[in-house]
């Protein structure tokens, strides 16, 4: 009987662990926290969005976007879900093909894993962080601070080192190295982004539907829209999430945000005309009033150089045309991120190059495998990064399991 050591104890070494356990391996998972799936546990603010039925390579990133191909198409999200049934757990997909368990908790995802394994006979090590994996005669050994275990295959599952507080780190990468492999650098990507804007911190606490765009030398890099939250540091939300990728691959790119989608400047500024002219009374910080939030429309009049107290009877052409194009393309330079606690996923990782993307074996030491974030590849927001740790799962457990 093959025996395959899965270090983590995350979604895809679960994965990994169930698939190469059907296969009739004698399966050990190594997890360094108290217990198995501590950041899926956390995913989609606790309601899991645990795939998308859109997932093909065109929604994912890494040195060779083409290499997770393979693993979703042999493990596709229909596959996913149809696996997650067997496993006794329904889901619901949204219109955008985002899906979620349909008790809406996160939790249910971990406990069908964590029973599976289980009833399969997977050997589960909670608490227990390997410290080395050694190349030996006739197969692996896997040392911890209390022992070691022999072992024919290994597969490295440690995930990356976004979301630190759920268990994010660099040690699947140190692993990985000490067997001969390669780092690309690393970043975030899913992150909430630091900005230089003094309106950031007089919005703190405002969510408003914007249009999201990231600019680099006159360049729109990215575009997204939705909800986006001010904070005291900068910008955050899911609009902004889905840029944040795009708004840290350069040092000089600015987030634009589109206040009033459904009305053009044009239109905006006849509007702001119109106010100040049916309202004589009311004073120039006013004159958004039944456009955006208050405290947004006096930020915009700050923003443009007029003074909030001033009568709104001051507006002319040039002044309201002004505020309407601020309206519609407020910037924020964009000076950095939230990184290693707030991310959700880790932009580069090991080296693709290095492993077969058929099975997911290192093309530098055979019997050696790995699987989801740890390695360079990286998906949109929307459950594009589960589907990867789960069909990436599937077939490195299966590729190990091989007689
Ligand atoms: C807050 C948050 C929300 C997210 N929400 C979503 C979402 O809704 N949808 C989505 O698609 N993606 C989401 N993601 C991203 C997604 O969770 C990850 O991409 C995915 O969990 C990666 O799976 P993995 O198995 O590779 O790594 P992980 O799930 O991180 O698992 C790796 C495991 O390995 C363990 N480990 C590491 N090193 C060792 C060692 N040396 N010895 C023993 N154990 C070790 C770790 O403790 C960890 O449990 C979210 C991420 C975060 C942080």
Known sequence: MITVAVIGGGAAGMMAALEAASRGAAVSVFERQN???RKLAVTGNGRCNLSNLHAAPD??????RAFAGPALRQ???EDTLAYFRSLGLVTTVQEDGRVYPLSDTAGSVVDVLRFAMEAAGVRVYDSCEIS??????DGFRVTWQEGSL???RVIIACGGMAGERFGGTKLGYRLLEGLGHHCTPLRWSLVQLRCDNPGCRSLKGIRADAGVAVLCGGKVLAASAGEVQFTDYGLSGPAIFEVSRAALESPETVISLDLLRAVNEEELTSMLLRRARNTPQLALGDVFLGTVQ???GRVLVAAAGLKSSASIGELNEKTAGRLARLAKQFEFPVTGDLG???AQVTVGGIKTSEFHPETLESRICPGLYACGEVLDVDGDC??????WAWSSGRLAGKSAAEV
Do not use: M
Request: zero cysteines; a positive charge.
């Open 294 to 296: 208050n405290r947004i």
């Open 150 to 152: 022999k072992s024919d």
């Open 75 to 77: 493990y596709g999200p």
């Open 340 to 342: 290693a606690p707030n």
């Open 132 to 137: 080395r994996v050694e190349k030996t005669n």
């Open 59 to 64: 929604f994912y990133h890494g040195t060779d």
């Open 382 to 387: 929307g459950g594009f990064n589960l589907q």
């Open 35 to 37: 217990r198995v799936g």
